[in-house]
């Protein structure tokens, strides 16, 4: 098939970007949405031109790096599907295709159609983890967990911070990944110690980092390529009440 | 030079405790003197970096990706090997360690992989208590299951994500030292050249891949923890990044290369679709505990649909061959069969290169919702990337290369032949001998990281005493004058063909003479072509762009220039074994019944490579692999 693709080019972060139109020829359904920009790239390349930038690695769906709103919709809308594994076959000949990076303040545009997603990196540094250092733990047998806890601590664990939720929210709010985030270690006994404190500055570091509020319209659920359920936001928001109610504030 | 591996005395059991005690320590309050570098952020990398941070070390961590969650140890599916005997059926380290010499066909160091089976029950306690949800019974206690090579349930696992769930584990553990100010992260940077200074690994080049900066940085040791070389062949399970530019530099100032013939290739992977192809799905192993492998008896049914294709047409390859493993036959002896049943003109789907993996039987025996049950992911996955539903027709499987046996050359400590520079993980050639067993791989990146460098870095720290080194000294200075050339020199040929294609081309040209199945004359052919295609490479190949910005296309150039090298001691490796064991085929070295023949009286060593200068043949330097405690047998899979 052939198709019209209308990509977002951006020199550099403090550049302004434009919409370019490249034709995508001989696209096979068999082709991934990265190996079709590949074999575009590769023709511009070969007029002596400056390939798309967009990032990607895996490309199996769970190293999180890829990214691209496709059509308006992050990884383009097929439920469960990160755009690497997005495959050509959901197109049809002709169709005009729109590309654009992650848009969001907090995730500026490096270039094209990668962006830095640093921000998600320093919100887990605020509290996104168990502080116990390596060695001297226990016997992994000697503190039974509840298979549900294990279970439901695993379903928010498997986020992939790809930041679909972010990209997709009007308000480019991030509650999906850090809520995540707290309900995989809050619902552990391992992270029942410091389960306060974490909520409070994971919290805190997403405000500072220019993430806007939730509101609830279940959008970041809807593109979430793991599926990671709008629940967890409510479970965060409980966990950071009580945090509150305890008279507790986030350490500096 | 003459390689020591520094076994310590003693009986195996009793190694690693007595050198732990025979190291030297460095005391708490002087452990800030010490700056590290660490390279890549795996399970083997981020580890490492968090625990040295946790010990008073002073460490800087880089890696290519954009954030340190993404190294390709995130994509291991299937789980991780601990001998808890949890399951009460009769492991211990010491099966552990007997399981893996053997898997690894003799060919791994005694000494280092009962270390390994000793460490990883230790592994699991750090998982479980960084908050790793694996999976668990009703009771609240931990769950096992089974994996290839081995007797026992010793496989601890969360879903089919248990890479993911180690490695942010381990992420996590990281990210508390950077917010601590412990480590400093530099993501998106990639190291380009080692800097030696007085023989010693003295730290790092680098290249910013938003802002194209060459930068030096220095420290008191250098760690490597950046994986396989399994894209050397173009199309393989690993992460499009993936590459071997750090070892192979630090390879260039005298750090020994090991083994690198030793690849393994998985039996289950997506077939390749085309031309346009970028990289390979592995679907676990688990699916052939009921699916059976097949092609038709005769080349001309090959084109037909399965149903035209009755019963006595069929050729289940394993089943006939290997009649008590049958379809779970080991990884090294499927793939090759199924090679074989291709070779011989009988493979399906596009290009011939598949064989089917058929579940019409398992669906009659169990019903399509336990099937379903079992596998639905699997299934879900082979749909997204083929668009066919395996229920109602057999999936087309066919081998890709998914993990390295080779590596850097380490000691027992995990350092290189310089010193100074230690290598971890997949990066080194130390644990899985010439073949690796399944859920290995990260039980030796999370050893390695946590449990053997924070002992063994401080005793070199004690006894090297090395004057600190300063980032802007002339050798600093030399070195990043190389790499600013070699980049620029990629930047002014502007030829006619694409990084891409060139990495395609070495790719299945090393596949095809350097794959699953090697002999003389092809890698002898292998060994003229790539000098050849590497002086076009150099000749013909354009990459855009300037280095003074975000380009990818210069980042991949790269890469592609180093494996262009690499490939070369690839086969070299590959040629000068004459005898085949486990992922090295050699076929001229079977048994008459097609089986992979050892030659133990000549080649039971570890073949350690020295690189002479360019144009220059290595020099080949050999560990005798002497086995105290384990009797060499042969492996028996029929």
Request: net charge neutral; proline share 4%.
């Amino acid at each position: 098939m052939n198709l019209t693709l209308k990509v977002w080019r951006q020199k550099h972060v403090h550049a302004s970007g434009v919409f370019e139109t490249y034709e995508a020829k001989n696209v096979l359904e068999d082709m991934s949405f990265l190996e079709m920009l590949d074999v575009v790239n590769e023709d511009i390349i070969a007029r002596g031109q400056d390939p798309i930038a967009f990032d990607s690695d895996c490309r199996e769906g769970i190293c999180g790096m890829c990214s691209l709103v496709i059509n308006g919709i992050p990884h383009g809308g097929h439920r469960g599907t990160a755009t690497c594994q997005l495959h050509m076959r959901h197109f049809k000949d002709g169709e005009t295709i729109t590309i654009e990076p992650w848009r969001a303040r907090a995730f500026p545009i490096i270039k094209d159609l990668a962006t830095n997603r640093a921000a998600f990196d320093r919100i887990i540094q605020a509290g996104g983890f168990v502080s116990v250092n390596t060695g001297g733990t226990p016997d992994a047998n000697a503190l039974p967990v509840s298979k549900e806890s294990a279970d439901a601590s695993m379903d928010a664990a498997a986020c992939i911070g790809c930041g679909a939720c972010v990209a997709v929210c009007k308000n480019a709010s991030a509650m999906l990944f850090v809520s995540a985030k707290v309900s995989h270690l809050n619902l552990l006994p391992q992270g029942e110690a410091e389960k306060d404190r974490r909520v409070l500055n994971m919290v805190r570091q997403m405000d500072e980092e220019g993430f806007g509020s939730c509101t609830v319209t279940g959008s970041c659920e809807a593109v979430c390529p793991k599926e990671i359920s709008l629940s967890f936001i409510a479970k965060m928001n409980r966990d950071y009440g009580l945090a509150t109610l305890k008279g507790k504030s986030a350490a500096a | 030079m003459k390689l020591d591996a520094h076994i310590p005395s003693g009986p195996l059991a009793q190694k690693w405790d007595k050198h732990k005690f025979d190291l030297k320590l460095i005391n708490p309050a002087n452990k800030r003197k010490f700056d590290i570098i660490i390279v890549g952020s795996g399970l083997a990398g981020a580890s490492a970096a968090s625990s040295l941070a946790e010990l008073g070390y002073k460490v800087k961590c880089f890696c290519f990706q954009d954030s340190p969650r993404r190294a390709h140890s995130i994509a291991a599916q299937g789980g991780i090997n601990a001998a808890k005997n949890y399951a009460n059926d009769g492991d211990s380290i010491y099966r552990l360690f007997y399981d893996t010499i053997k898997g690894g066909d003799f060919r791994a160091r005694e000494a280092n992989v009962y270390r390994l089976a000793q460490v990883s029950v230790n592994i699991i306690d750090q998982c479980v208590a960084q908050g790793v949800p694996f999976a668990r019974e009703y009771g609240g206690l931990l769950t096992n299951r089974s994996f290839g090579g081995a007797q026992v349930s010793r496989t601890f696992y969360a879903r089919g994500q248990t890479g993911q769930q180690l490695l942010l584990g381990a992420y996590q553990a990281l990210s508390r030292q950077i917010g601590l100010g412990t480590v400093e992260m530099y993501p998106r940077t990639e190291m380009l050249d080692l800097v030696v200074v007085n023989g010693h690994a003295k730290g790092i080049v680098v290249r910013n891949l938003v802002t194209g900066e060459i930068a030096s940085h220095a420290a008191d040791a250098v760690v490597l923890a950046t994986g396989g070389y399994g894209n050397v062949f173009f199309l393989s399970t690993n992460a499009k990044g993936c590459n071997v530019t750090s070892t192979w530099r630090a390879y260039k100032k005298g750090a020994l290369f090991a083994n690198p013939c030793y690849t393994q290739i998985h039996p289950t992977c997506i077939p390749v679709s085309g031309e346009h192809q970028s990289k390979l799905t592995l679907m676990s192993e688990s699916l052939r505990n009921d699916g059976r492998v097949w092609v038709p008896k005769r080349k001309e049914d090959c084109g037909k649909p399965v149903s035209q294709i009755p019963e006595q047409d069929r050729d289940y390859f394993l089943e006939r061959k290997y009649p008590s493993f049958g379809n779970l036959a080991p990884r090294d002896i499927s793939s090759r069969a199924a090679k074989e049943a291709c070779d011989s003109g009988r493979g399906v789907g596009p290009g011939g290169l598949g064989v089917y993996l058929d579940f019409a039987d398992a669906i009659k025996r169990l019903g399509e919702a336990k099937v379903r049950e079992r596998y639905a992911n699997l299934f879900d996955m082979y749909e997204k990337i083929t668009g066919e539903n395996a229920y109602q027709v057999p999936m087309r499987i066919y081998p890709a290369v998914h993990y390295t046996m080779g590596g850097t050359w380490v000691d027992y400590n995990l350092m290189s032949t310089v010193p100074g520079l230690f290598v971890l993980g997949e990066a080194n050639f130390s644990d899985h001998g010439a073949n690796r067993l399944g859920a290995s791989a990260l039980m030796q990146g999370l050893a390695d990281g946590y449990f053997v460098l924070p002992y063994t870095i401080g005793n070199y720290f004690a006894t090297a005493k090395q004057a600190k080194p300063s980032a802007t000294s002339a050798e600093f200075k030399k070195v990043e004058e190389d790499v600013r050339n070699f980049t620029n020199k990629l930047l002014s040929i502007k030829g006619k063909r694409t990084v891409t294609s060139f990495h395609r081309e070495l790719g299945k040209l090393v596949w095809e003479k350097c794959g699953m199945a090697r002999n003389d004359a092809g890698l002898k052919e292998a060994l003229k072509r790539i000098p050849a295609l590497r002086e076009e490479f150099w000749k013909n190949v354009n990459v855009t762009g300037e280095n003074g910005e975000f380009n990818q296309n210069l980042e991949y150039a790269g890469r592609v220039a180093d494996f262009m090298e690499f490939a070369e001691l690839l086969c070299t490796d590959a040629l000068h074994r004459r005898e085949s064991c486990g992922g090295h085929f050699r076929e001229e070295f079977q048994t008459p019944e097609g089986e992979a023949q050892r030659d133990d009286d000549n080649f039971a060593y570890a073949a350690a490579w020295e690189y002479k200068g360019p144009g220059q043949a290595p020099e080949l330097h050999k560990e005798p692999l002497v086995y105290e405690e384990v009797h060499m047998s042969t492996r028996s899979y029929k």
